[in-house]
């Protein structure tokens, strides 16, 4: 042995020697080695520190289950990545990696006063302390806390990796390729069925990787697989959810174990859908509680046989074993024959299989039966530990330089549970195990429970004749908690396994109890005196280690978190100088700037040009909705709040669309074009919500309607010309369609050509002038813009963009849905009940309009405001207030919604919901804003030609 690394075996390379950093100090490995193999082959015990106490942690699990070596590794500028687990790190060369949650140094950690100072911090103390002063809760204590908690540094910097994403389809779909794993894959190889063997780690093989016997078995099984043309393996790859109807999530480590950042994603993001599912996902052997149990160099005695067989490292030179289980037994054995001294086998059970004390006998390892280690000495690492003979009480010394635990196993379920299967108790095991299916699925293996690892004592933790309330036994290392916070949990009144775990955080830590939940159970049980299913069990749900965010969102990164959508004219916009704003991921042009002007000074030229002469927009954002089929119009009279079914083709409707609960959620002009055909407008936000939740209604409500929807927005660009002259541009262009105002009145549609393009022509206005909106297929969009702007140029033709159109559609009192409302208005508070059917027998939202809060007055209604100072422009969004002398805090009875300046009147308006609005028309209201409260009059919300005149020229 050569400090802790074997002289031979394992399955790492030791010809490709690999080094790496760990702390700032440069260390030896081998290829193969994972960062916790090799630093324990250089005899580093200390890994981390302690969640709550900042107590010295070191490696307990050689797996995914490990609670405390929690590293964080940076691989660049941006590729700082935090809490990765040193049992699943591969190292490569210039590996960079570093503890976390101490300060200054990882040997000597400040915050290890609090371990001192335990006492003070029970399970939920912050709930009982830091009550005063109340103030002090936001400032001092919870930053104090949240300074000296913590994991790993969250990443500051912009991730520069590429992250990948897939979808796949399998017939037979089997997590975890251990020897259970692999014999299923072998036992479906030969079938028809595709296949998909998944395994987080880097290599198949599972338990198998650390018993050399069946290394032989392994290397004809994966050929056997890797050769068979229906199979696909994917190792380093954890699935990490199980959804419904079979349907799993797995991310797939690409890059992080490459010495160089390749070309090439750092992860993928598997969608898979299963036919059928098999979990083999095995079992986690289970950690003994006793006083020091976390001390570094104390572990599960699997992972220590998985470091001397899988990696040719020793965890200790002298270690011995704490077991109430015989699979710890036989682990030590393994140690013993790989050339690693043992100090003792300690066992709690005053008898075990006589085979098994011969094979000790026969290895010279001393045994002590009825016995339980009450003590560990050493802080950064094992020195001795102190064992008690529980016939006698007495407490003798044990030298021993690592101390490793055999509590027993617990089957993975985890997966299972996603699943929404059930779980039933074995008293055997001291376990719950998968019992019913709730999908296509079955587990083999250990994750059954089906394992050949002996037979073991059910305790929940090793008696000690020291007092239990001046010891610490952990049960979850990694969020600290004890088996006396558990007995408090239970003295202070909690019962369900839930509220314990919610008070003392068992198992709420980022592995989710894999090692701590059913020894929590354990002693809850006992300290309940009832047995473990009437306390219920705790819920696992995704993911199942940790994932990265990259990995999940993938390609939705930087522009592409949400692209940005544009239209077939917004290139003439970019073009001529527009500046552009962010519409539900549409780029829409704002204003269009002549030289030296600001926004104000475009935005008045353009609404004057509107209302004097002619104004173009490009409205291709709005939402659009084919509905066809011989239920069209009874599907639209049903879902709108006003009647359909007498609509008459070639005609247009305001349609107004509510929630179940009453209250506005989308709106927009509609036509029929035909008895069984509509063209739908939505709202540029609402068109994927609008079509999702009509959908719904189709499918769930109404599946017996004869109706097809389908999303058009995509498909035409819409071009919206307003003002007097528009029909005078028109007419010359349109081929087909009568425009004098007796053939095409307002809220009509036509169709036939303009340019020798076939079109959709709306006359319909946002405006509150002369208006048509052009809809035409989208590749003929700025084709037709520029026809009209050339068109147009002897009548002054202007583009305006969004700031012009609000400002012209507040002068007509046109709502915005989701500006002037905010998902609390009902029509009736709107102002549009005019547009609900009173003799309509339903509609979606109609029985909520009749609920008593809905009628009662005082609710806040849309109103039009005007300033007592004409130049002032309130802010949208300013509270308002009917007595501005009352006491703070002041009741507010409304906010400002809308607010311009408008150049056809040369002074302000605005809109606001106010409460009880319809009935204060005429009242003075105030408006605190910085500096001043200003004064302000109720009005109406139409200020602009109330009588309609203008539209119907």
Not at 288 to 295: L, S, W
Not at 321 to 343: P, Q
Not at 501 to 525: E, P, V
Request: charged share 20%; aromatic share 8%.
């Amino acid at each position: 042995m050569s400090g802790f690394r074997l002289e031979a075996g394992g399955r790492i390379d030791r010809s490709q020697p690999v080094m790496f950093s760990f702390d700032g100090k440069s260390y030896q490995g081998f290829a193969g080695d994972t960062l916790a193999s090799a630093l324990l082959a250089n005899g580093v015990m200390l890994f981390g520190r302690s969640f709550k106490y900042h107590r010295p942690r070191g490696l307990v699990a050689a797996g995914s289950e490990e609670p405390n070596a929690l590293i964080s590794v940076n691989r660049g500028p941006g590729r700082f990545t935090p809490n990765l687990r040193a049992t699943g790190i591969e190292i490569h060369n210039e590996l960079n990696a570093f503890s976390q949650n101490r300060w200054p140094s990882l040997a000597m950690d400040f915050g290890a006063i609090n371990d001192r100072l335990g006492m003070f911090f029970p399970a939920g103390f912050y709930n009982k302390t830091f009550m005063w002063p109340r103030s002090f809760w936001d400032k001092v204590y919870e930053p104090a806390i949240r300074k000296m908690a913590g994991l790993g540094d969250a990443p500051t910097a912009e991730d520069p990796d590429v992250y990948a994403s897939t979808y796949a389809h399998c017939d037979l779909l089997i997590i975890g390729a251990g020897p259970a794993g692999i014999d299923a894959a072998l036992g479906s190889m030969d079938s028809n069925k595709r296949i998909v063997l998944v395994d987080e780690q880097d290599e198949l093989g599972g338990g198998a990787l650390a018993d050399p016997a069946l290394w032989p078995w392994l290397e004809r099984s994966v050929k056997a697989l890797a050769d068979a043309p229906n199979v696909t393996i994917l190792t380093r790859t954890t699935a990490f959810g199980y959804y419904h109807d079979n349907f799993i999530g797995a991310v797939q480590r690409l890059t992080d174990h490459l010495p160089e950042i390749e070309d090439r994603p750092r992860e993928k993001l598997w969608r898979i859908r299963a036919g059928e599912v098999v979990l083999a996902q095995g079992a986690i052997e289970r950690p003994i509680v006793f006083d020091g149990n976390d001390t570094p160099g104390v572990m599960l005695s699997s992972a220590a046989k998985v470091y001397a067989n899988r990696y040719g490292v020793a965890v200790g030179k002298a270690p011995a074993l704490m077991a109430s289980h015989d699979s710890g037994w036989h682990d030590i054995f393994a140690l013993a024959k790989a050339g690693i001294g043992i100090s003792a086998i300690i066992d709690i059970r005053e008898s075990v299989d006589s085979a098994l004390l011969r094979e000790a006998d026969r290895l010279g390892i001393t045994v002590y039966l009825n016995h339980g280690v009450v003590g560990v000495h050493g802080r950064h690492g094992v020195s001795s530990v102190d064992i008690c003979d529980y016939a006698d009480q007495r407490v003798r010394r044990v030298d021993a330089d690592a101390l490793l635990m055999a509590g027993g196993w617990t089957p993975s379920v985890h997966l299972w549970s996603h699943s929404k299967g059930s779980l039933k108790w074995r008293d055997d095991l001291g376990a719950y195990v998968p019992d019913l299916p709730n999908e296509n699925v079955h587990c083999v293996g250990g994750c059954s429970g089906d394992w050949d690892f002996g037979t073991g004592a059910i305790i929940d933790m090793l008696p000690t004749p020291k007092d239990q309330s001046r010891i610490k036994a952990f049960v979850d290392f990694q969020n600290d908690v004890t088996a006396k916070d558990i007995t408090l949990a239970v003295r202070e009144g909690f019962r369900s396994i839930e509220h314990i775990k919610r008070y003392t955080t068992n198992g709420m830590a980022t592995d989710q109890g894999k090692t701590s939940n059913l020894n929590g159970l354990q002693i809850a049980s006992s300290a309940l005196n009832k047995p473990v299913p009437d306390i219920g069990l705790t819920s696992f749900r995704p993911p199942y280690t940790p994932q990265t965010f990259g990995a999940l969102a993938g390609h939705a990164k930087g522009a592409l978190f949400q692209p940005t959508r544009t239209t077939n004219i917004d290139s003439w916009a970019q073009a001529v100088g527009a500046v552009f704003e962010l519409v539900a991921q549409w780029r829409r042009a704002r204003y269009f700037p002549n030289p030296g002007e600001d926004m104000h000074a475009a935005v008045n030229r353009e609404c004057v040009a509107v209302r004097s002469s002619l104004g173009i927009f490009d409205a291709s954002t709005l939402g659009k909705i084919e509905v066809v089929g011989p239920d069209a119009a009874e599907f639209l009279n049903r879902m709108y709040t006003n009647p359909w079914k007498a609509l008459e083709p070639g005609r247009c409707r305001y349609g107004l669309l509510l929630k179940e609960d009453g209250f506005i959620t989308d709106d927009g002009v509609s036509a029929r074009l035909a008895p069984d055909r509509f063209h739908l407008t939505t709202t540029t936000g609402g068109a994927a919500r609008v079509l999702n939740m009509m959908e719904d209604y189709l499918q769930t409500e109404w599946p017996d309607l004869d109706v097809w929807l389908t999303s058009t927005t995509e498909q035409y660009a819409v071009i919206a010309l307003q003002g007097p002259n528009a029909r005078k541009v028109l007419e010359p262009l349109v081929q087909g369609i009568d425009l004098s105002p007796e053939a095409f009145p307002h809220m009509a549609i036509r169709e036939g050509t303009i340019c020798g393009i076939k079109t959709r022509l709306f006359r319909v206005s946002f405006t509150g002038e002369l208006g048509f909106e052009i809809n035409v297929p989208t590749a003929y969009g700025r084709a037709i813009w520029e026809q009209l702007m050339a068109q147009g140029a002897q009548y002054d033709i202007t583009p305006y963009g969004t700031e012009a159109m609000h400002v012209l559609r507040a002068e007509k009192g046109f709502i915005i849905v989701g500006q002037d409302t905010d998902g609390t208005v009902t029509p009736f508070d709107a102002g549009l009940d005019w547009a609900v059917g009173k003799k309509k027998p339903d509609f979606v939202g109609k029985r909520s309009m009749a609920r008593p809060d809905i009628v009662a007055p005082g609710r806040k209604q849309l109103v039009g405001l005007l300033t007592d100072d004409p130049n002032l422009v309130l802010e949208e969004g300013a509270q308002i207030v009917a007595d501005p002398n009352q006491p703070i805090p002041m009741t507010m009875i409304g906010h400002v919604t809308s607010s311009y300046w408008s150049e056809t009147f040369g002074r302000s308006i605005a809109m606001a919901l106010v409460a009880g609005g319809h009935d204060r028309t005429g009242d003075t209201l105030h408006i605190p804003m910085p500096g001043k409260t200003h004064t302000a009059k109720v009005t109406g919300t139409v200020f602009y030609d109330p009588e309609g005149a203008r539209l119907h020229v």
